[in-house]
């Protein structure tokens, strides 16, 4: 097994040298307390900084402890902005699939339909942003759950809900189901919250690859799965595009 | 078969982007950058053109690197540009003369005003179709002419070339100082003062009257023909398009028929309806302006209701106030409180544009209270870009036979569905979003595609359009119209706040 890594160890003794101090630290005092070279110091500032965990004064150049930090338990992408910076590519995986897409992320132990593309045929649809779709019967909470992006445990501490007879309500099941979707990188959920629809979800990846939200298509279940109910390949592939592409504008690395 | 695309460049007021899109009209790629905006002095907004080409010369290439797609598989290239920012630069080097002056910048006030009193506002109305505004480019040149050493002297003797940014882009993309080509289509140069909007040719007597001399003018072309093959960057690719951003995104909506209309919520905001190839004069303080020119087809023309501030409100609340992060959190903090709490933001940063055209009014925040939080202040933020919607709207309705029955919206702002909500319910008309909401882009790749014949006529770009969402109107009439009556008042308060200055 690999030692510790030495510049997250340092990263945290910057991080508690700046939470230690009431005052704002230049990089000469932080490099000088903690024995480090300045560059050393001065390159894992420049990271945290990144990631928003140390913030810097524009006018006197001086580090402290981030926002982000105050908030490391809540997402910390804000959902508006989300929505914002998905919306080309929601865009073209309702044009190139065909189908209504959504994005979710978790709410309480829910999804919170935050983003909403209409299918585009030009009938009567009406927009459910803000809609809360339960985790378990849905592509896009399955695929929440799946990547940690939300806790399973509560849902199984309850009763998860059967809304039809192909709903996951059994923890062997349902976790079986979450194995796979790791294992695949995209989930399905084929009339487990009602009969005769279907919906395929990928997840969305911000900064260091941590999943912040779900994309999904979603439609009757002829229209999604094959003669033997299994999804179109040519659907989850554009689908995987498109949580691709969100997720490199969000900062995520290459996958 | 190898699979074709169009590229389309956006040049707008804050960034430079470059998007590939399919036979489907569906966005393949997209890479964007942004531009340094320079605030020199109050009401002064410049660019640095220089800092734009190289923007665009970084994200063509990214553009097809993100789409693994090589430059001979792009069919052709449309540009969509921030309209009436002028450009002036040396023939012989391709070196600006000094920052490009933007649309927003409102330095030639004082000679508007005194445009307006002699020769007065016909005088321009006849010809142009545009009252004297800072928002235009001619008296940039003139304002240029006035106060740099020589540059007038320069200009005559053949040294300097005028145009604005798609111009510029053209001239580099085709060669820049080695033969670059010098041109600009019917719909920029329809925003500078100097064409005449019947006959798309420079107008003599406006020339004459702003000191423009002929040769460091731009050809004027159709929006979309091809004008000829790229030399930089994408070396023997055609560039068969160039239309101003508003028009670009009229085009994308297919608004193509008269009485269609859309509007744009970007920096500004822009309602633009096409009225076909009727010349339509405003009563209302609206623009006539050309909607597009194809090839050699008549002349279509359009209604146009400018809004200077209305993304650039959220972006000052960001840069300049620091009470977001980043430009969608304004709904987020908007949606913190239930309605406005009484205050009123009216962004007259620049004036007032449509329908008012007051280069006197200065913004103003009314109804302040001790209860009114940052979360008001968000929402005021927001009503603002739905109430001078209204305004101009009205004026639309005024001017034209047929009264709005929905608004087809597009640009960035879409995406903040409390905006829309507010749209839709200050309107009292369903608000419907495109499939695509990049649509200066598209349209400026709808154009080039048709000249190019990757697409074979408008009946087929009209078939790309899908709804993609709709807002519903939900708002209690009598509320509505109190609303209304309030954002009038708080309007009159931004009105005649600057004033010449006092001799004593």
Request: aromatic share 6%; glycine share 10%.
């Given at each position: 097994m690999?030692?510790p890594?030495?510049s997250?160890e340092?990263?945290?003794?910057?991080?508690r040298?700046?939470?230690g101090?009431?005052r704002?630290?230049?990089?000469?005092e932080?490099?000088?307390?903690?024995?480090?070279?300045?560059?050393?110091?001065?390159g894992?500032?420049?990271?945290?900084q990144h990631?928003?965990?140390?913030e810097?004064?524009?006018a006197?150049?001086?580090?402290?402890?981030g926002?982000?930090?105050?908030?490391?338990?809540?997402?910390?992408?804000?959902?508006?902005?989300?929505?914002?910076?998905?919306?080309?590519?929601?865009d073209?995986?309702?044009?190139?699939?065909?189908e209504a897409?959504?994005?979710g992320?978790?709410?309480e132990?829910?999804?919170?339909?935050i983003h909403?593309?209409?299918?585009p045929?030009?009938?009567?649809?009406?927009?459910?942003?803000?809609?809360?779709?339960?985790?378990h019967?849905s592509?896009?909470?399955?695929?929440?759950?799946?990547?940690?992006a939300?806790?399973?445990?509560?849902?199984l501490?309850?009763?998860p809900e059967?809304?039809?007879?192909?709903t996951l309500?059994?923890?062997e099941?349902?976790?079986?189901?979450?194995?796979?979707?790791?294992?695949?990188g995209w989930?399905?959920?084929?009339?487990?919250?009602s009969?005769g629809?279907?919906?395929?979800?990928?997840?969305?990846?911000g900064?260091g690859?941590?999943v912040?939200g779900?994309i999904g298509?979603?439609?009757?279940?002829e229209?999604?799965?094959d003669?033997?109910?299994r999804p179109?390949p040519?659907?989850i592939t554009?689908?995987?595009?498109?949580?691709?592409?969100?997720?490199?504008?969000?900062g995520?690395?290459?996958w | 078969?190898?699979?074709?695309?169009?590229m389309s460049?956006?040049?707008?007021?804050t960034s430079?982007?470059?998007?590939l899109f399919?036979?489907?009209?569906?966005l393949?790629?997209?890479?964007?950058?942004?531009?340094?905006?320079y605030f020199p002095r109050?009401?002064?907004?410049?660019?640095?053109?220089v800092?734009i080409?190289?923007?665009?010369q970084?994200?063509?290439?990214?553009a097809?690197l993100?789409?693994?797609?090589d430059?001979?598989?792009?069919?052709?290239?449309?540009?969509?540009?921030?309209r009436?920012?002028?450009?002036?630069?040396?023939?012989?080097?391709?070196?600006?003369m000094?920052?490009?002056?933007?649309?927003?910048?409102t330095?030639?006030?004082?000679l508007?005003?005194?445009l307006r009193?002699?020769?007065?506002?016909?005088?321009?109305?006849d010809?142009?179709r545009?009252?004297?505004?800072?928002y235009?480019?001619a008296?940039?040149?003139r304002?240029?002419?006035?106060?740099?050493?020589?540059?007038?002297r320069?200009?005559?003797n053949g040294e300097?070339l005028?145009?604005?940014i798609e111009?510029?882009?053209?001239?580099?993309?085709t060669?820049?100082?080695d033969?670059?080509?010098h041109?600009?289509?019917?719909?920029n140069?329809?925003?500078?003062?100097?064409m005449d909007?019947?006959?798309?040719?420079?107008?003599?007597?406006?020339?004459?009257?702003?000191?423009?001399?002929?040769?460091?003018?731009?050809?004027?072309?159709?929006s979309?023909?091809?004008?000829?093959?790229?030399?930089?960057?994408?070396?023997?690719?055609?560039?068969?398009?160039?239309?101003g951003?508003q028009?670009?995104?009229?085009?994308?909506?297919?608004?193509?028929?008269p009485?269609?209309?859309?509007?744009t919520?970007?920096t500004?905001?822009?309602?633009?309806?096409?009225?076909?190839?009727d010349?339509v004069?405003?009563?209302?303080g609206?623009?006539?302006?050309?909607?597009y020119?194809?090839?050699?087809q008549p002349?279509?023309y359009?209604l146009?209701?400018?809004?200077?501030?209305t993304?650039?409100?959220?972006q000052?609340f960001?840069?300049?106030?620091?009470?977001?992060?980043?430009?969608?959190?304004?709904?987020?903090?908007?949606?913190?409180?239930e309605?406005?709490?009484?205050?009123?933001i009216?962004?007259?940063f620049?004036?007032?544009f449509?329908?008012?055209?007051?280069?006197?009014?200065?913004?103003?925040?009314v109804?302040l209270?001790?209860y009114?939080?940052?979360?008001?202040l968000?929402?005021?933020?927001?009503?603002?870009?739905?109430?001078?919607?209204?305004e101009?709207?009205?004026?639309?309705n005024?001017?034209?036979?047929?009264a709005?029955?929905?608004?087809?919206?597009?640009?960035?702002?879409?995406?903040?569905?409390?905006?829309?909500q507010?749209?839709?319910d200050v309107?009292?008309?369903?608000?419907?979003r495109?499939l695509?909401a990049?649509?200066v882009?598209?349209?400026?790749?709808?154009?080039?595609g048709l000249?190019?014949g990757?697409?074979?006529?408008?009946k087929?770009?009209r078939?790309?359009w899908?709804?993609?969402?709709?807002?519903?109107?939900?708002?209690?009439?009598?509320r509505?119209e109190?609303?209304?009556?309030?954002?009038k008042r708080?309007v009159?308060?931004?009105?005649?706040?600057?004033q010449p200055?006092q001799?004593?």
């Open positions: 690999a030692g890594v030495q997250i340092r990263a945290a003794a910057i991080l040298l700046l939470a101090g009431s704002r630290l230049g990089l000469g932080v490099a000088s307390s903690l024995g480090l070279a300045k560059g050393t110091a001065h894992i500032l420049r990271t945290l990631v928003d965990f140390v810097q004064d524009p006197t150049g001086k580090y402290q402890l926002a982000a930090l105050l908030h490391l338990g809540t997402s910390y992408l804000d959902v508006n902005e989300l929505r914002s910076r998905s919306i080309n590519w929601a073209a995986l309702a044009a190139r699939s065909g897409v959504r994005l992320t978790p709410l132990g829910r999804v919170l339909v909403h593309v209409f299918r045929d030009d009938t009567l649809q009406t927009l459910d942003v803000g809609a809360l779709l339960p985790l019967a592509s896009l909470g399955k695929v929440l759950l799946a990547f940690g939300t806790p399973l445990e509560p849902l501490d309850g009763e059967a809304y039809t007879r192909h309500v059994h923890p099941e349902l976790n079986r189901a979450l194995g796979e979707i790791r294992d695949l989930g399905a959920e084929v009339q487990e919250m009969m629809e279907a919906g395929i979800a990928a997840p969305i990846r900064q690859g941590l912040v779900a298509v979603s439609g009757a279940v229209r999604i799965c003669t033997k109910g179109q040519a659907l554009v689908l995987r595009e498109a949580a691709r592409a969100i997720s490199r504008d969000l995520a690395a290459r | 078969m190898v699979e074709r695309y169009v460049i956006d040049q707008g007021t430079t982007r470059c998007i399919d036979h489907g009209g569906r393949v790629s997209v890479a964007q950058r942004e531009h340094q905006q109050p009401g002064w907004v410049e660019h640095d053109a800092e080409w190289r923007n665009l970084r994200v063509v290439p990214e097809l993100n789409a693994r797609i430059a001979s598989q792009i069919s052709a290239i449309g540009i969509a540009n921030q009436e920012t002028t450009v002036l630069w040396d023939r012989r080097t391709g070196v600006p000094g920052r490009a002056i933007v649309w927003q910048d330095r030639t006030a004082p508007v005003d005194e009193r002699d020769p007065g506002e016909e005088f321009f109305l010809r142009c545009l009252p004297p505004s800072t235009f480019s008296p940039r040149i304002w240029l002419f006035d106060n740099v050493d020589g540059l007038e320069r200009a005559r300097v005028f145009g604005t111009s510029w882009l053209i001239w580099n993309l060669g820049g100082t033969g670059g080509l041109i600009t289509d019917a719909t140069a329809s925003r500078t003062m100097l909007i019947r006959t798309l040719t420079w107008d003599e007597a406006l020339m004459d009257f702003f000191g423009v001399p002929r040769p460091m003018m731009p050809e004027i072309r159709s979309a023909e091809s004008y000829g093959e790229a030399r930089a960057l994408l070396p023997g690719v055609r560039i068969t398009a160039a239309l951003d028009q670009a995104a009229l085009f994308g909506q297919t608004c193509f028929s009485g269609e209309a859309k509007c919520y970007g500004g905001s822009f309602l633009v309806m096409n009225t076909g190839t010349l004069r405003s009563e209302h609206l623009l006539t302006t050309v909607a020119k194809i090839a050699d002349t279509v359009a146009e209701g400018p809004i200077a501030v993304g650039s409100l959220v000052w960001r840069d300049r106030l620091g009470l977001i992060h980043s430009a969608p959190e304004i709904e987020t903090l908007a949606r913190t409180v309605d406005n709490g009484g205050c009123y009216v962004p007259a620049s004036g007032l449509a329908p008012h055209w007051r280069s006197d009014a200065r913004g103003v925040i109804g209270t001790s009114i939080t940052k979360g008001h968000a929402r005021a933020v927001l009503e603002a870009t739905g109430w001078q919607t209204r101009v709207v009205d004026a639309m005024a001017d034209s036979a047929l709005l029955k929905q608004l087809k919206v597009d640009g960035g702002m879409t995406s903040d569905h409390l905006l829309m507010i749209l839709a309107l009292d008309v369903p608000v419907v495109p695509v990049e649509t882009s598209l349209g400026a790749a709808y154009a080039a000249a190019a990757y697409w074979p006529d408008l087929v770009l078939r790309n899908h709804r993609a969402a709709q807002w519903l109107p939900d708002m209690e009439p009598g509505r109190w609303e209304y009556s309030c954002w708080a009159e308060r931004s009105l005649g706040w600057i200055p001799r004593s």
